[in-house]
């Protein structure tokens, strides 16, 4: 079993319910669950297979130098990386509409 947390955006109800049968939602969108690795990887499936538009990161405790592990899915500015075998996560640089829309 491993402490696991699901962060989700823009999700369809349908997955939201499904999660919720598995995970408490604590917040908007943040569900958290002792997982084993089997139910984390069938959740994993579920998500997979209805996430529409949205975006998921799904993170667990793992006995590694970091002690966590995470995987993402759908379009975000946030993009693992791998730097000399531990996981990070770099920012995809802003669109240049989305540049000029934050300045006055």
């Known amino acids: 079993m491993a402490f ?9 109800p349908r997955l ?3 999660l919720a049968v598995f995970m408490i939602e604590v917040r908007a969108g ?7 690795k089997r139910v984390r ?4 499936q579920y998500i997979e297979a209805d996430i529409e538009g949205g975006n998921v990161v799904i993170a667990w405790a793992t006995n ?3 002690g966590y592990e995470f995987q993402t899915l759908g379009e ?3 993009e693992p990386v791998d730097w000399d075998g531990l996981r990070l996560v770099s920012f995809k640089p802003l669109d240049s ?3 000029s829309a934050g300045k006055i």
Request: without cysteine; negative net charge.
């Open 4 to 12: 696991t947390v699901v962060v989700t955006e823009t999700i369809p």
């Open 16 to 18: 939201r319910g499904r």
């Open 30 to 36: 943040v569900y958290i669950a002792d997982l084993s």
């Open 41 to 44: 990887e069938k959740i994993w």
């Open 64 to 66: 590694t130098e970091s």
């Open 76 to 78: 975000n500015r946030r």
């Open 97 to 99: 509409d989305d540049e």
